[in-house]
């Protein structure tokens, strides 16, 4: 079996597969529960001087029949007393000790206070801490949270103090809401801190209630902007990942919408070390993780990966700038008369969505007629991959490479020779790219 | 009905659980669900397949959407008995059999129930979507109240029509009211659609026979255009020796019984045999299971292959432990003053006449001394309704062919210019949702008719 274990900036875990802070990581007794079905690690949530919360706390979005796809919270770190988290955290340490336990800080931006919680927190026997800089809601109208980590200086500053007496490693949590999130990054690795998790959750209203009127989560007929999360952020997550692996050192810790195995391991490409789990686990309970091990494990041998360093960063690199893909590759669609089940889905959506590429039945001369197959009209269809990406049969259209001859020029490439043709000095553009 | 042997009789609520809805309603969440399958397909396959082109990709996306008075109006504008379509069609060979879903080896989409779940929305609340339309002058009668005259109606009466319905039943609806399994529809059911129409301003006049109560004449001489929806008449007669014993019943008079009265009060008896095996005899046969006959046996004297019945007809027959007797003939109904047993024949399907010696048109031939008798308290014909003959011979110009009036494909108009027919008395007897379509196409036909009379009047 392939080896899961890692070693984060010195934390130790058995898998990659922490509980991310926030509801499921509140008491020790769901810590335990967690450990006991396999989360490797668990990063308490957030410690701080407590808050009082409110009714309702979190909202929904579902697609179609699947819920959930989005989720988001106006919930505040922790309502429990210091000392008993605290405690909670030393009992838990104790019963696992090679699980990892992590603790999320919160505190105001003052030396002093973070100087006394971290000593306190690392008493603990903690295996390391997260500093809260990234949570939208609530805690940034305090100045801290999100506060913080949407300013370099701050994120810089805060991390120094931290780590003037931590004696654990520190990891940085960052906000997405920030415009670039890498430069957030490097503040924080300047500051010295010894990994990052990222993403914490997107600025996010979730709905409104067309006969009250009343925002969700609705708290007597108001709401407040609340942190967005859940499998619809992925994507959002693993730009920032993967921008934060290209442009600092330390270890990533990813988060956001993981839910799956697959997740992670895209997570793990893309330059994670650790994933975080929150919504998924608060959705479908603890177990959730008996297959993301199973999973990751069986992907892992069929790769021919004897560990989890095989595939961290892999796909790091193969994220680009748009100036330097190949112009020159070129895929058309084609469709598979015998699985098209005659939707017309990728007709209507490349007639009114796309590029005009694709012939109706009848209209089509190709097609099977009892099952009215659209025909791709090849010589028109740019490659965009929206007919196989709206059709509902699995494998039924899919993109096929078409050999043009021509050998791989990009963007930037193309304008250097044109520049250089013409006789023309390189004036880059703000950017840094061919313009 | 004098029936000696009739079954035990079962508490109320016993019937009312053996007739209950056996596809009952969705709930919300099923709705949601199911509507969520549906692919919304561009030009999809379920419009062609309808009879009445509801679009049901629109319809499916508004229930999905919440919009359930957006879905039932496109669904009612199509088809204004939309709810007992939803209900009575044999969706697996109209709209589901055409979903895309069967080619990828799903189940294909519930659009039966869906369709009902949108309608039932309106109905419930009583949400008026439609209004009869500013008077155009013009006078229609429809003769027959049953669905291909309702939908006939409606549509001409959101165009301006003022129209007047002559039917010689009590109640309103026809075979919606009186004719489909109890377990699939309730009369109450079906006036809740007539009231649709009767929104729209169309008059009713019930428990008036054309012929004899009013003339065709009469009413040639007050309308300018005359819709005959008179569906069919009587269960053919099987020329049977014994056939006027006591005990010996149509089936869709046997129907209408369970459908006017307290199950209670409808007698059966214990043992029952239906002959033929289309869906009227499933009907009768499972309506006699489910009043409490102890034996229902269906004869019919083709096999098993040919059985005339959907195959979902035929499958709830066999659940509800009804008894088939292949290739057999009826060929007297024994008793003493009453029906005591059904004397039979076996049949053999013969090369002569049809391809292979099968299928419905292949001819039968009798074997000898394979004669058998089925005790029997009570018989059941289902063999089909006669075509109204009488009563549409009297009409000038009327052309009946084969037993249905003859009409223009495009527009229903008949041999009389003056009327337009549609539904079983032009189809032979068909589905309530084919019914619906030929009445609109007359509706159409009516309009263009008169408009274009109007015309060459000016």
Not at chain 1, 145 to 168: F, H, L
Not at chain 1, 272 to 298: K, N, P, W
Not at chain 2, 174 to 190: C, E, P, V, W
Not at chain 2, 394 to 400: D, E, N, S
Request: aromatic share 6%.
């Amino acid at each position: 079996m392939a080896d899961l274990s890692i070693n984060f900036a010195g934390i130790k875990s058995p898998n990659p597969f922490w509980l991310a802070s926030g509801p499921p990581t509140n008491t020790a007794g769901q810590v335990i529960r967690a450990f006991d079905v396999g989360w490797g690690g668990a990063v308490w949530k957030t410690v701080g001087e407590p808050i009082v919360n409110t009714a309702s706390r979190y909202g929904g979005i579902d697609l179609g029949a699947q819920k959930l796809m989005g989720f988001n919270n106006i919930e505040l770190i922790s309502d429990r007393p210091i000392e008993d988290n605290l405690r909670e955290i030393a009992e838990v340490k104790k019963r696992y000790p090679r699980h990892a336990v992590i603790v999320s800080l919160m505190v105001e931006t003052k030396r002093g206070v973070w100087h006394e919680i971290v000593k306190r927190t690392e008493d603990t026997g903690c295996d390391g801490l997260e500093l809260n800089f990234g949570c939208p809601h609530g805690m940034s109208e305090r100045g801290m949270g999100s506060a913080v980590g949407q300013v370099p200086e701050y994120t810089t500053m805060i991390t120094e103090w931290v780590k003037e007496v931590a004696r654990t490693p520190v990891i940085v949590k960052l906000t997405p809401n920030a415009t670039d999130v890498a430069r957030i990054a490097e503040a924080a690795e300047q500051g010295g801190a010894d990994g990052m998790s990222l993403i914490n959750t997107l600025n996010s209203v979730m709905s409104v209630d067309l006969d009250t009127f009343a925002p969700r989560p609705a708290v007597r007929g108001k709401s407040s902007h609340g942190g967005y999360c859940g499998p619809a952020v992925k994507p959002i997550a693993l730009h920032m990942i993967s921008s934060c692996a290209q442009r600092v050192r330390i270890p990533i810790s990813g988060i956001g919408g993981i839910s799956t195995w697959q997740d992670a391991a895209e997570f793990i490409a893309l330059g994670a070390r650790s994933v975080q789990v929150c919504t998924a686990a608060m959705h479908y309970g603890f177990r959730i993780v008996e297959d993301m091990i199973d999973g990751l494990s069986e992907y892992l041998e069929a790769k021919g990966f004897s560990s989890l360093s095989e595939l961290e960063r892999r796909a790091v690199d193969n994220v680009t700038d748009w100036g330097n893909l190949d112009l020159n590759y070129k895929i058309i669609a084609a469709i598979d008369a015998e699985k098209c089940i005659g939707c017309h889905l990728c007709y209507v959506a490349c007639e009114d969505g796309a590029h005009q590429c694709i012939e109706e039945y009848p209209k089509a001369s190709g097609g099977n007629g009892a099952l009215r197959v659209p025909r791709v009209i090849e010589e028109e269809c740019v490659g965009c991959n929206l007919c196989a990406l709206v059709c509902p049969v699995d494998g039924c259209i899919t993109m096929q490479q078409v050999e043009t001859g021509l050998a791989p020029m990009s963007w930037n490439e193309r304008a250097r020779q044109q520049r250089q043709e013409a006789g023309i000095a390189y004036t880059p553009s703000l950017w840094g790219g061919e313009i | 009905m004098a029936l000696v042997n009739i079954a035990p009789k079962l508490p109320p609520e016993e019937y009312e659980q053996r007739f209950a809805d056996i596809n009952p309603r969705l709930t919300r969440q099923q709705a949601l669900l199911e509507s969520a399958r549906c692919l919304y397909c561009y030009d999809a396959p379920c419009i062609k397949a309808c009879p009445t082109h509801i679009d049901v990709p629109s319809f499916i996306k508004k229930i999905a959407t919440g919009n359930l008075k957006g879905s039932a109006r496109v669904i009612l504008t199509a088809n204004i008995l939309g709810e007992s379509c939803g209900r009575v069609c044999p969706t697996e060979s109209l709209c589901e059999g055409a979903c895309v879903l069967n080619a990828e080896g799903q189940k294909p989409v519930e659009i039966g129930s869906l369709q009902r779940y949108a309608v039932d929305y309106v109905l419930d609340r009583d949400i008026r979507l439609f209004q009869a339309g500013k008077s155009n002058g013009h006078r229609v009668a429809c003769i027959g109240s049953g669905p291909a005259s309702l939908a006939c109606a409606a549509d001409l009466a959101k165009w301006g029509y003022e129209v007047k319905i002559y039917d010689r039943n009590k109640l309103p609806g026809g075979l919606n009211t009186y004719g489909i399994a109890a377990y699939k529809t309730r009369a109450q059911d079906s006036l809740r659609e007539v009231k649709l129409v009767e929104e729209l301003g169309v008059k009713f006049e019930q428990g008036v026979e054309v012929g004899k109560d009013v003339t065709l004449s009469e009413l040639e001489a007050r309308f300018d255009a005359v819709f005959v929806g008179v569906g069919l008449g009587e269960t053919w007669a099987l020329n049977l020796p014994g056939e006027e014993l006591e005990g010996v019943w149509g089936a869709m008079e046997f129907i209408e019984l369970t459908k006017t009265r307290p199950f209670e009060t409808v007698d059966v008896g214990c043992r029952v045999v239906v002959i033929g095996a289309g869906n009227t005899a499933i009907d009768a046969a499972t309506a006699a299971r489910r009043l409490g006959a102890e034996h229902v046996t269906i004869v019919y004297r083709r096999g098993e292959p040919e059985v005339p019945a959907f195959k979902y007809e035929y499958e709830l027959a066999q659940k509800d432990g009804v008894v088939f007797h292949w290739n057999t003939q009826p060929v007297r109904v024994a008793g003493h003053g009453r029906v005591e047993a059904l004397e039979c024949v076996r049949t053999r399907l013969t090369e002569a006449g049809s391809a292979h010696g099968r299928g419905r048109s292949a001819r039968l031939e009798l074997l000898p001394g394979t004669e058998f008798a089925i005790p029997a308290d009570m018989v059941v014909r289902a063999v089909g309704q006669q075509p109204l003959v009488s009563l549409l011979k009297t009409a000038r110009g009327l052309v009946i062919e084969d037993g249905r009036v003859a009409v223009n494909p495009e527009t229903g108009q008949t041999g009389n210019p003056k009327y337009f027919a549609g539904g079983d008395c032009v189809n032979g007897g068909r589905e309530v949702v084919d019914a619906v379509a030929e009445g609109m196409r007359a509706a159409r036909g009516i309009d263009a008719w008169l408009a274009a009379k109007q015309v060459s009047r000016e």
